[in-house]
């Protein structure tokens, strides 16, 4: 079926940028959308930005809007988060999710990756 697989997280500086990648493998026609999610300890898991795979439609958390930026190479069937202007506040666990649906909660979204660390600090 679908794997989801997360790369390009690491460690930056409050106001630098990271580039996380998800690349899906399997039947990725059943999924509509993209999204990406983050979680960081003892805080719920919030969708920061999600992509329908046809029409390439956007949208943000108020969090991120301006800062991020999704996008998707369909040839390669990897999607992108590029994040800029980080702040600490960003510093979770970034995981990509695939599925039918494009909600805003988790349980609407059929595959998940393993989830690629994010840490912003000084």
């Known amino acids: 079926q679908v794997q989801v697989k997360e790369s390009g997280g690491g460690s930056a500086q409050p106001g630098g940028s990271l580039r996380l990648s998800c690349a899906a493998s399997?039947?990725?026609?059943?999924?509509?959308?993209i999204a990406w999610f983050r979680q960081a300890p003892g805080k719920q898991r919030e969708r920061v930005a999600v992509?329908?795979?046809?029409?390439?439609?956007?949208a943000y958390a108020d969090s991120v809007k301006g800062r991020f930026t999704i996008s998707r190479d369909n040839a390669k069937n990897t999607v992108y988060l590029q994040m800029n202007s980080l702040k600490p506040e960003d510093t979770a666990m970034y995981y990509c999710?695939?599925?039918?649906?494009?909600?805003?909660?988790?349980?609407?979204?059929?595959?998940w990756g393993q989830g690629t660390q994010v840490t912003v600090s000084s």
């Open positions: 992509i329908r795979t046809g029409g390439g439609s956007t």
């Open positions: 999710a695939a599925g039918r649906f494009c909600g805003l909660v988790g349980r609407e979204y059929d595959y």
């Open positions: 399997g039947y990725t026609y059943s999924s509509n959308c």
